[in-house]
């Protein structure tokens, strides 16, 4: 069987079924290990803290394409990515290891515009870039290991049980739309087309929203990275539950209103890379969650007892839908 | 100016020397942290031991070949390397992250294969793969993450000081001459073949080893990974030292001697990936270190006050050489 049959899913949880059979209980790494593969980040028990790491690789072509990626922006990219990992564990991330995979025709000016896109982010967030490493590659390649931690809580895809309502911080949506207008499949007015580039270029992970969902009491999140259907999909299947959400209370990113051929609503259901916070808990938790955070925070269904991991969507009709698509995934 | 102009090492101490002008001082991250880019590992105080972290990207055709190396064996080859940079640091693997990069083509059994190689080492050393991520690539393309701990001292290679002695652990050259048998360069007698073979693709991570040398006092030492000539290089420069190397001190493969065209000695001092440990220190210390370990540790030459850097090597007959080759490098 080739990997496209399988899939990434697929290979993730066949992999990590090994990993799991392997494992030694004498081992005090295992003893220590809070979260198994197939979380946002890995998670053990460190010395007095919960300890946090998450790695990711970005291949040109594939994630990023340069044509319209500059250099600086992709760097601060690839970064938000990672950070953002650590902030969907309520995790204050501290250290990264940058390995940077290239041809040698590579210009050295541009490897340095791509360090600082990184080092301006990481700077704001107080992480460190302390090592990585440098190879050659026939395409740019760009691995972000993030070293994070928390106290004593850490939130879970795994968490989410009936009868929680599910939110998400922010808007979505707005990643891809600004990465269709750059690429030049739409044109929305010039201060839409401004505010979208951003929302892609440089998206900003939630990291101190994170901290706070884990205080006011949240459980179970993701932050969205493959897309909003996409993602609370892993949330239904580590947890064993299903999900109800009303289209009519997804909170599209304004500024994808106007101009658009495409239907707002898929893009903010099924667009990746927005590095929002999907989240479920307790409506009182919601509230005091929207409370504390500077942005907005928006219930927009329901987890149910579907142990199939199944998701409805609703539309102001109240009929049921079907996303055209259920996200980024690779193979 | 491209990379390939500014080489593997010159690219490093550029991007190192951005992250350190933008070292916010201010930031907790920042005060904890004990080793900048450039040695085996990064490092930084944790709540009550130092923690280690190292990543390595290995991509097809450029680190490995997969016309002679079994998958299973790649997986291994691959987490050594990392488990090494650990044990030159003196500390414990305790988790791994897997990034995996390759083509949909790709068959589910050889990655598979891949990860049992990779499962087999880590049991051994009671490490825990705990996460990681899948996408997809053009070639295979492999990122390990490795993070560590030591009580309070480590292994750095900036610690050299003009007096000590440099040693090695176990012998030299057999998984470049293994390399060579596996290609088909070279065709040495049937056992020798095995012994080579063997070294290349299975070589083991000297981690109790360098546990050894912190608690014997050692304080200077890398794994050698590109080659002994390049990997005490790297110690000079860190060190500002110079070195002496006696050639017929240096302790090579006892399989290599027969059967080969080439020199033996070459191979020794510049072939890579034997990943073992090199280390400098007083002559009493190296004693005490011979003491405690299981493995042969052998004297080869002098750290001097050549702040160049310069490395010496001479040969049976009290005259200077320049070795053909000073190892692996990229671009």
Known sequence: MKVSELGEFGLIDLLAGMVADAADTESPAQRDLILRIGDDTAAWQGDSSIQLATSDTMVQNIHFKLDFTPWEDLGWQ???????????MGGIPRYALVSLSMPGSTEVDNI??????MIELTRKHGVVIAGGNITAAPVIIINITVLGSTGNKILKRSEAVPGDKIAVTG?????????KVLSGDIKPDSTAQETLKQAFLRPHPRIKEGQILVEK????????????????GHICKSSKVGA??????????????????????????????????LFTAPENVIKSVREAVSCPV?????ITREKSGKITVIDENGDEISPVSSGWTHF
Not at 112 to 117: A, E, F, I
Not at 254 to 270: C, K, W
Not at 298 to 302: F, K, L, R, S, V
């Open 298 to 302: 928006t219930i927009i269904g329901d």
């Open 78 to 88: 690839v970064m938000t990515a990672n950070l953002s990992d650590i902030a969907a």
């Open 244 to 277: 109800q959400i009303e289209t009519p209370l997804v909170p599209v990113h304004p500024a994808i209103i106007s101009g658009f051929d495409r239907e707002p609503l898929v893009l903010a259901l099924s667009g990746g890379e927005d590095y929002e916070l």
């Open 171 to 179: 808007y979505l949506g707005a990643a891809a739309a600004g990465l």
């Open 217 to 232: 009491g949240v459980k179970a999140a993701i932050d969205i990275s493959d897309g909003l259907i996409a993602d609370l």
């Open 112 to 117: 340095t515009s791509l360090y600082r896109g």
